[in-house]
């Protein structure tokens, strides 16, 4: 059981938006930690998508969009294209644990 | 560019133990970190643990405390990661990641991952 919560699936249409939650608690995403958020396309290494809460890396289309408020954060991806569907991970550190952890992950599906 | 290559697969049997590499190019390696994060068949990612390659300081998972050796090799830019006493359980992809101690800016970019699978 992963420490910070994310839906198991999230599904779209082509071009639709939908948004990952990452729930945690305030030893993790409710400190100073930020979230960051990956993916991993099947059958591939993860890939950072979003860092700093919402940040993209060089490379990263701008319809990856991360926030955080309190102890959850989200990723947001608009315009869906099939090449999107994967598995998302979010990401941050615990204070209590003393270690990174990430939420369980979320299947993207495309309809 | 910055790229990470891990050493191939492995096969072990339960109670042996098993030692990945993850060589670095492209970045100076002893300004960063390396963290290992491993990935059991069809499971989310899971944090083992964390090494500074400039002191060579560790902090590793409590799940694997006891069980879990990480070092790194600053004359060839390659950290190393050894898993004892293996059990079935331990059956997964390996990745090694660029990051800090804290996975503060996130950990980029992965190696490639290395299969381990432990069966008798």
């Known amino acids: 059981q992963s420490v910070l919560t994310q839906p198991p699936s999230v599904s779209g249409a082509p071009g639709q938006r939908v948004t990952i939650s990452c729930s945690g608690s305030s030893s993790n995403i409710g400190s100073t930690y930020d979230v960051h958020w990956y993916q991993q396309l099947p059958g591939t290494a993860p890939k950072l998508l979003i860092y700093g809460n919402n940040n993209r890396p060089s490379g990263v289309p701008d319809r990856f969009y991360g926030s955080k408020s309190g102890t959850s954060a989200s990723l947001a991806i608009t315009g869906l294209q099939a090449e999107d569907e994967a598995d998302y991970y979010c990401?941050?550190?615990?204070?209590?644990?003393?270690?990174?952890?990430f939420g369980g992950g979320t299947k993207l599906t495309v309809l | 560019q910055v790229q990470l290559v891990q050493s191939g697969a492995e096969v072990k049997k339960p109670g042996a133990s098993v030692k990945v590499s993850c060589k670095a190019s492209?970045?100076?390696?002893?300004?960063?970190?390396i963290s290992w994060v491993r990935q059991a068949p069809g499971q989310g990612l899971e944090w083992m643990g964390w090494i500074s390659a400039y002191s060579g300081n560790t902090n590793y998972a409590q799940i694997l405390q006891g069980r879990v050796t990480m070092t790194t090799d600053t004359s060839t830019s390659t950290a190393y990661m050894e898993v004892r006493s293996l059990r079935s359980d331990d059956t997964a992809v390996y990745y090694c990641?660029?990051?800090?101690?804290?996975?503060?800016?996130?950990?980029?970019?992965w190696g490639q991952g290395t299969l381990v699978i432990v069966s008798s």
């Open positions: 990401q941050s550190y615990d204070t209590s644990l003393r270690g990174v952890i």
């Open positions: 492209g970045y100076r390696f002893t300004s960063y970190g």
């Open positions: 990641s660029r990051g800090t101690g804290s996975g503060a800016y996130g950990l980029d970019p």
